[in-house]
């Protein structure tokens, strides 16, 4: 069974940096996508940033520029927040794509002053 385990979400001031990190367990297989999603109340979840075990990164235009994403030993991704904004409080969830998705409960954060 796979499971994803996310962690660092916290109360940051704007202009702030937050490190996100997801932990994957329960697969074999080393050939799959990584990435995280945000939502908020009312709103369709969306991307954040993706990366491929190749790789190969993609960014939500929102957070290009600020937000870096990263993979290590192929089962845990990591997020890289900086220069945070208010707008970028969300419920941050971590996802898995082989065929299937795979989301992680959810971890908050909330920008403000």
């Known amino acids: 069974q796979v499971q994803l385990v996310e962690s660092g979400g916290d109360l940051v001031q704007p202009g702030g940096s937050l490190r996100l990190s997801c932990a994957v367990s329960?697969?074999?297989?080393?050939?799959?996508?990584m990435g995280w999603y945000r939502q908020t109340p009312g709103k369709q979840r969306e991307l954040v940033a993706t990366i491929t075990s190749g790789g190969i990164r993609n960014y939500g235009d929102s957070v290009k520029g600020r937000f870096t994403i990263s993979r290590e030993n192929g089962k845990t991704v990591n997020l890289q927040m900086n220069s945070l904004k208010p707008e970028d409080t969300a419920v941050y969830y971590c996802n898995l794509q082989q065929g299937a998705w795979y989301w992680g409960q959810g971890t908050q954060v909330t920008v403000s002053s």
């Open positions: 329960g697969i074999s297989a080393s050939i799959y996508s």
